[in-house]
């Protein structure tokens, strides 16, 4: 599942951007301000948009 995955940030304006998740680029969203390269973690689906949140800010994370 996406969900739970950790993805990389590709693009990234405002509230919303592209990821790069299991070898394809997806649309996201997020409260967070994001930068290009950072790690995020996949926290919900919707259609074809996903919804990050920053891996830092995850609890118990392994690694990044």
Request: with cysteine; charged share 20%; net charge neutral.
């Amino acid at each position: 599942t996406l969900v739970g995955g950790v993805a990389r940030v590709l693009r990234w304006n405002g509230n919303s951007g592209y990821v790069h998740l299991e070898g394809e680029r997806w649309a996201a969203r997020s409260e967070a301000a994001l930068a290009e390269g950072q790690a995020v973690r996949v926290v919900a689906r919707d259609g074809l948009c996903l919804h990050v949140v920053p891996w830092e800010t995850t609890p118990n994370h392994q690694g990044g």
